[in-house]
Every structure is written in C-alpha cells, then in structure tokens.
C-alpha cells in the first residue's frame, strides 16, 4: 500500500487546472513552464507536479503516463482521477473502502495514526485539504466503496441442517415424525492489506477490539 506525502498549500486552482490540462495537448514533460503556459504561474501551483506523480499521471522523468492520456477523455477524466486518488493514499483506503467519504476531521485524523505522528498539525491539514478537494472532483460510481471499517466481515446466511426423519411403528399405521434441526454459523474473515505500515495494522485491530470483541 501507499501513501503520498505531497500536498497542496491551496487547492483552489485544483479544478480549473485539471481542466486546463484536459483542453491541452499532453507535453513531453509536465514542467513548471507548462503549468505557466497554461495560465498557472504561482509557486503553489508548481506542487501539481508532485501530486500528479503520486496520482500516477506523471512518471519520475515527469512525462505523461498511459493514465494521464487517459483523464484527456473527459468521459473518463474524474473516473481516472478516483483511480488515482485510491493509489496515492492506498493506506487510508485500506482502514476504510469508503475513505472518499470521510469528514475532514475523520480524514486528519486517521493521517495522524498513519503517519505515526511525525507530522506537525499544518503539515496534517494540508494533506487532508489536498485529499477532500481531490475526492470531492472524482467520480466514485464504479469503486468498490462500503464502510467496512477496515475490516471484511462475511456472515454465511443461516444453514438448515438436513432433514431426518423417524419411522415409529403404532397400532395399523407407520407415523413419520420429521424433525428439522436449524443451526446458525458465523463465519468472520479479517483479510489484512499488504503494507510495511505497522500503524495501518494497529489501528485495524484496534478497530477490531472495538467493534468485535
């Protein structure tokens, strides 16, 4: 799993630069000269290209990547963005499938336990502003979003047990006396998410012995 570190210090230019890149013709390279042609000239907005690296749209050589060719499709440009976004902070969607859901102070505050608190309170709600304004432009209609908790609990539906039957012999006649047995099984499953993140595993069981025990 992941979880990016880059962030924007405003994200009030976040929806008409997506959309500028859209309108234009994909560059070799996503530079900070292409970002000014484009009208965006700002220091601040030079932080996109760390966010578009970590959203997969941009490679280490900052050229577009297959991903990036993608978004140019407007049908498919916010549905490429939840891909993204689910990529960059696969951590958070690993402690809850819905994460694009959460409020703002849910969302500083699973950052927090992720990043084990080696982030200051800023650093934390700019990272958590970057992540709410990138949800709020995506289209989740096709992600698998439930609110699990981090937690996949499957219960089986109630098996009745087969039915038996008993011959008793009476005075002229057989009476079959059926009897049925119903039985109620429970089958919980905890699939855990590959990550070196240890803080990702504590707050699954936390959440577990909260909720489960």
């Known amino acids: 799993m992941s979880l990016t570190n880059a962030y924007l210090q405003t994200t009030k230019n976040l929806h008409s630069i997506i959309n500028s890149i859209v309108s234009a013709k994909a560059p070799e390279r996503f530079t900070n000269k292409f ?4 009208g965006f000239k700002s220091s601040n907005d030079r932080l996109y290209i760390g966010l578009f690296k970590a959203l997969g749209l941009l490679d280490e050589n ?4 297959s991903m990036y060719h993608q978004l140019l499709d407007q049908s498919e440009t916010a549905k490429v963005l939840a891909v993204g976004i689910q990529e960059a902070y ?3 969607f690993a402690l809850r499938k819905d994460a694009q859901n959460l409020s703002l102070d849910e969302v500083k505050g699973k950052l927090r336990t992720l990043t084990q608190g080696q982030k200051s309170d800023n650093i934390i709600n700019l990272m958590a502003n970057t992540f709410k304004a990138l949800c709020d432009i995506a289209d989740w209609s096709n992600s698998v979003a439930a609110p699990s908790q981090a937690k ?4 089986e539906d109630a098996n009745m ?3 038996s039957y008993s011959v008793q012999g009476t005075k002229g006649a057989n009476e079959f006396v059926k009897q049925e047995k119903i ?3 429970y ?3 905890i699939h855990l998410p590959e990550t070196t993140n240890m803080a990702v595993y504590d707050a699954i069981f ?4 909260k909720h489960l025990m």
Do not use: F
């Open 161 to 163: 047990s087969m039915k």
């Open 152 to 155: 996949n609990v499957s219960t």
């Open 183 to 185: 039985g109620l099984y």
């Open 206 to 209: 936390q959440s577990l012995k």
């Open 187 to 189: 089958n919980i499953q």
């Open 62 to 65: 900052n050229a577009p990547t």
């Open 35 to 38: 970002l000014e042609d484009l």
């Open 90 to 92: 696969g951590d958070l």
